[in-house]
């Protein structure tokens, strides 16, 4: 896998089939139900279904080469462990050349188990690294809620959640939950001013906590990153 691979549309370069590229984008979507480690690169390949050139053909198959050299790896869920739920969030700020739009990347762990992960482009263009992980913070708030309740019909019951990010600004945001001139543009549908008021309102207590970016466990869905590095972060 190369790192800081960057993909740019390109109407110069040779055209391919347009069938085959999303043929082959399809199959690489189906592989990411058990191989997380490749969503950010899939998602973003994806991108340029429209105009496929054979430079993006090109990049599609470094990630088929990647799998056969990383056959051995996948998830393993371990019937001994526990079911604490925890959460890691991260955005990578202005990273789709296309319109400057951010890439929002969560992952939810039972204990050591990654049981959800997620990688997908953001609506809105954001001004600040803080603005668009505070949104990326909100959607993973909307799906921890979601696991929680699933959890409670098999006898599972949480009073606090630990959602991990590696920003102060937006923990000082979730912390403070008051809109003022900083942060009342943000596009209401990612606030998470109105779910921690649900929160609160049904005695669920959720609370950020800061981690640095090389422990965050989450980083590979919104960047590239080579393979030795993907390697260490599976044992």
């Known amino acids: 896998m190369v790192e800081q691979a960057k993909l740019k549309l390109d109407l110069v370069g040779k055209l391919v089939n347009h069938t085959d590229y999303r043929s082959m984008i399809g199959s690489l979507m189906y592989v990411t139900s058990s191989r997380p480690d490749i969503m950010?690169?899939?998602?973003?390949?994806?991108?340029?279904?429209e105009n496929p050139n054979e430079h993006h053909v090109l990049?599609?198959?470094?990630?088929?080469?990647?799998?056969?050299?990383?056959?051995?790896?996948?998830?393993?869920?371990l019937k001994d462990s526990g079911f604490d739920l925890t959460a890691y969030s991260d955005a990578d700020h202005a990273g789709c050349h296309l319109d400057q739009k951010s890439t929002s990347g969560s992952v939810q762990f039972l204990d050591d188990k990654l049981?959800?992960?997620?990688?997908?482009?953001?609506?809105?263009?954001?001004?600040?690294?803080?603005?668009?992980?505070?949104?990326?913070?909100?959607?993973?708030?909307?799906?921890?809620?979601?696991?929680?309740?699933?959890?409670?019909?098999?006898?599972?019951?949480?009073?606090?959640?630990?959602?991990?990010?590696?920003?102060?600004?937006?923990?000082?945001?979730?912390?403070?939950?008051?809109?003022?001139?900083?942060?009342?543009?943000?596009?209401?549908?990612?606030?998470?001013f109105t779910m921690i008021e649900n929160f609160q309102k049904s005695n669920f207590l959720l609370h950020t906590m800061l981690v640095r970016m090389m422990k965050n466990r989450k980083e590979r869905f919104v960047r590239q990153k080579q393979k030795e590095r993907i390697e260490k972060s599976y044992t």
């Open 115 to 192: 049981v959800c992960w997620s990688s997908k482009k953001q609506d809105c263009v954001f001004i600040s690294t803080a603005e668009s992980k505070h949104v990326t913070v909100s959607s993973c708030y909307a799906q921890v809620l979601w696991m929680r309740t699933q959890l409670t019909d098999y006898g599972f019951f949480y009073d606090k959640v630990s959602i991990y990010c590696d920003s102060k600004s937006v923990i000082s945001i979730s912390c403070n939950p008051v809109q003022h001139t900083h942060t009342k543009h943000i596009d209401v549908r990612g606030s998470v």
């Open 40 to 49: 950010f690169s899939t998602c973003m390949r994806a991108r340029y279904q």
């Open 59 to 77: 990049a599609i198959k470094r990630i088929f080469h990647y799998l056969k050299e990383t056959i051995n790896l996948g998830l393993w869920y």
